[in-house]
């Protein structure tokens, strides 16, 4: 079954704990992207991979961390300097940078 | 800042055609326009994407005017799973094109 796993679906953290958010495609695509969302607005980028050990910052990647040690896999570490990390966490990833994404049903992250 | 305007909301009934505006005054001639939706609290799902000529394909239909300055997406037949969050985007296709969401347009189908 092709698609983008993000576990886990529901994430409780203590304030001022890093917690590393999963992301595994199996689709073979070399792109793959980190979304956060707030209540009530639209995605905003927190860092985006084109290839394998490649990785840029988004819009709004103070406070996160990511790696891209293998083409499936594109974790997503929120530290304890992201000042308001409590959000919903989607992950995505598409061919090419150039083409549509497919995302993953996301991880809601509270943090108490 | 957002290249896209849409409404906030709107309504139709189920089994009507659902036509979702979308300006995009600015858009530059290797841009592309993107549409996704949100049914809420999941991951949005790509449905459709054209540069100039009209595109179909088994989710719906994206009309984009001969300026290019706006489009339209259409649902022929709404269904009540169509309620979700509709969001028109506007992509270049370079390398540091990257997609920008905006609050989008919150469609409901009424029964």
């Known amino acids: 079954d092709g698609g983008i796993t993000q576990s886990p679906k529901y994430l409780f953290r203590k304030e001022g704990q890093n917690v590393t958010l999963s992301c595994e495609q199996n689709?073979?695509?070399?792109?793959m992207y980190w979304y956060r969302q707030d209540p009530g607005q639209g995605l905003r980028l927190i860092y985006y991979?084109?290839?394998?050990?490649?990785?840029q910052k988004g819009d709004i990647a103070e406070g996160y961390s990511v790696s891209r040690e293998k083409k499936e896999s594109f974790p997503l570490t929120v530290t304890s300097a992201q000042k308001n990390p409590t959000a919903f966490y989607l992950c995505?990833?598409?061919?090419?940078?150039?083409?549509?994404?497919?995302f993953g049903q996301g991880t809601r992250l509270t943090v108490v | 800042d957002a290249k896209t305007t849409q409404p906030p909301s709107m309504d139709c009934a189920e089994g009507r055609a659902a036509n979702l505006p979308c300006n995009h005054s600015?858009?530059?001639?290797?841009?592309?326009v993107y549409w996704y939706r949100q049914i809420h609290s999941q991951g949005p799902q790509y449905i459709i994407h054209?540069?100039?000529n009209n595109e179909t394909n088994e989710m719906a239909s994206l009309i984009i005017t001969e300026d290019r300055k706006s489009s339209t997406l259409i649902l022929p037949h709404a269904t009540l799973r169509d309620t979700a969050v509709y969001y028109c985007?506007?992509?270049?296709?370079?390398?540091?094109?990257?997609?920008?969401f905006g609050k989008g347009i919150t469609l409901s189908v009424r029964p």
């Open positions: 995505a990833s598409s061919w090419t940078v150039n083409t549509e994404a497919f």
């Open positions: 689709l073979n695509h070399d792109a």
């Open positions: 991979s084109q290839i394998v050990n490649d990785f």
């Open positions: 600015t858009i530059s001639g290797n841009e592309y």
């Open positions: 054209g540069l100039k």
């Open positions: 985007i506007v992509k270049g296709s370079g390398a540091n094109s990257k997609l920008t």
